[in-house]
């Protein structure tokens, strides 16, 4: 008698009888499935992070297609060296008096392509604008001379010289300045919009700041403002 093995499913055959053909002999499939079971798993891992990397890289092309569909027309003007405005000074020697008060112009919208635009005010007047909200524009001030009262939503800021406020957009805000004699502020909008053209074309309805503002109240409408209500009461 031959002598005796069992194959890999646990069945004896005699080597020396009857010895079975190779080809014929079966594996256990409960092993073939618990090797094809953890490549399958490690697969469906690996499916997985793929599947979840995909909304991250979707996410970053369209923030880069938003920011160039952002910058827009403008960018493609932006100037590529930097500049310098001398002290009571416009970047253009254009003199802008609005609302009481004297506009220079420090970065113009060309500048920057459309992202800032920044001006040093000098007040003569106490006062200033009508309650307002920019849809687009965030505003940000800084104060060099005199006293100003910033009003942001339901928050009310005293600003002396060195102070600054924000303004976000589509928040309404008012300012005023509230001291004696001559006042300085610079002003900042970000982005700038078509808040550079606005200023213009105030500086054609006069010098001063009028008793009865509604007279802007369509000028503001047509460059992303809305007018909300009167000046501050000083």
């Not at 080809?23 to 079971?37: A, F, K, L, V």
């Not at 102070?163 to 006042?183: C, K, N």
């Amino acid at each position: 008698m031959g002598q005796v093995q069992k194959s890999p499913i646990g069945r004896s055959f005699d080597l020396g009888a009857n010895p079975p053909d190779p080809q014929c002999i079966s594996i256990d499939p409960r092993r073939e499935t618990g090797h094809h079971s953890g490549r399958s798993a490690m697969d469906q891992d690996l499916n997985r992070r793929s599947f979840l990397k995909l909304p991250l890289a979707a996410a970053v092309l369209a923030l880069a297609a938003k920011a160039r569909a952002d910058v827009g027309p403008a960018a493609a003007n932006r100037s590529d060296r930097g500049f310098r405005v001398g002290a009571r000074e416009d970047r253009y020697s254009t003199e802008l008096l609005i609302m009481g008060g004297k506009f220079d112009l420090k970065v113009s919208t060309q500048d920057s392509g459309g992202d800032l635009l920044i001006y040093d005010t000098v007040r003569m007047q106490r006062g200033g604008p009508a309650l307002h909200r920019h849809f687009r524009q965030d505003e940000w001030f800084y104060v060099i001379r005199g006293e100003f009262i910033v009003r942001v939503g339901e928050n009310t800021f005293q600003l002396n010289p060195g102070d600054s406020a924000f303004a976000p957009r589509m928040i309404p805000h008012v300012w005023a300045m509230v001291s004696e004699g001559p006042g300085q502020v610079l002003v900042l909008f970000q982005p700038a919009g078509s808040m550079e053209d606005f200023f213009h074309q105030m500086s054609r309805l006069g010098p001063n700041i009028p008793k009865d503002q509604e007279v802007f109240r369509r000028l503001w409408a047509t460059h992303g403002q809305e007018m909300l209500g009167p000046p501050l009461a000083i």
